[in-house]
């Protein structure tokens, strides 16, 4: 399953993997403003963790043209994606684009389990999408399913943020910080040195709540300064427990 160019609005297109998923990514973003990006200052510096095709960094580009976007993406496929997406909006000024995952500790071969008829599912824990097939049998039959699900494993490198920053944003103000990895939520803000945290304004996460890892951000959050706010997801299936979480320091 290659890249195709697909209309997703009027006046809109972008090269996808998957259209189902880029659809709805599209959709979520900039329709029904779930990813609404805080107060930021005219140029901000932006850090997309899990940045897939670039819909988020054309996001940001839009309401920020002036805006300086770190984007970690491990997925060879999406990465490229990625790329044109960014040439064909006129976005690629401002963008570095890492081709690697976050996580608590570097890890030279991590395994990506790579769905190209979703990408943005891809993930390090595939133990966690068992669910999720489940009730996508149920609700659009076993078919799509298997297609959608259909999966690759890719070795993939794993940095630490922190590591990152050191020469990519060695000073300044890290005004927001994304995260949607799947899974690795808390792997990645692990990988984030206590001195680095003071730098970041405000966070926006998507978190699975499975075994108490929502509560565990939260807290993780509040203890490092922050006002935190959880909802579902929207057009997210219930029982799959996504919650979009929203961090801003306390002033």
Known sequence: MGLRLMELAEGFSCWVTGELEAAF?????????????????????VVDVG?????????VKRCH????????????????????????HGAVGGVTVHQCGLGAEPVERARLTYYPG?????????EEKVLHRRLMEERLGK???????????????VERLSDVLREARPQGAIDLLKVDVEGAEAEVLAGIDAADWPRIGALQLE?????GRLAGVEGLLRGHGYAVESAPVPRIWEELKFWYVTASRLR
């Open 25 to 45: 990514i599209y959709t979520e973003i900039f329709e029904d403003g779930t990813y609404e990006l805080p107060d930021l200052p005219r140029a901000p510096f």
């Open 143 to 157: 078919a799509e399913a298997a297609e959608l699900f259909a999966a690759e494993e890719i070795p993939v490198r």
């Open 118 to 126: 979703m990408s943005g599912n891809s993930t390090l824990h595939p």
């Open 65 to 88: 043209p002036d805006a300086r976007v770190l984007a970690f993406e491990p997925a060879p496929g999406n990465v490229q994606a990625l790329h044109r997406n960014l040439r064909l």
């Open 207 to 211: 978190v699975a709540d499975l075994g």
């Open 51 to 59: 940045a897939n095709i670039g819909l988020y960094c054309l996001w």
